[in-house]
């Protein structure tokens, strides 16, 4: 491997945090590439009892997106700015027991 891969002027690589909307839906559903512009690379998720990160490199149609995942992607800086602005940051849950 020789390091970091260059991209084209304005994409970027990015770690975002999955929109309350994306939890418990497919990877397939969501439509990430002709809707946001984003092209999926990864997902990081917390697992186990530690709460250890664990990245699905390259996921498939099926996984769903659970709370918690951020979300490993390529995208136009553009695009990327607009998710800022109009995705709604996870919320802690206020319910009690859970």
Known sequence: MSGAVPLEAG???AKIA???????KALADL????????NLICIYRQEGPAGE?????NPE?????????????VAH???LRKICLTWTPQKPSNRVGG
């Open 77 to 79: 800086s553009d695009d």
């Open 11 to 13: 994409f970027a690589v």
């Open 53 to 57: 990160e664990h990245i699905i490199s």
């Open 61 to 73: 149609a099926k996984p769903t997106i659970e709370p918690g995942d951020q979300l490993g992607v």
């Open 18 to 24: 999955a929109p309350e909307r994306f939890f418990h």
């Open 31 to 38: 439509k990430l590439r002709p809707r946001h512009g984003l």
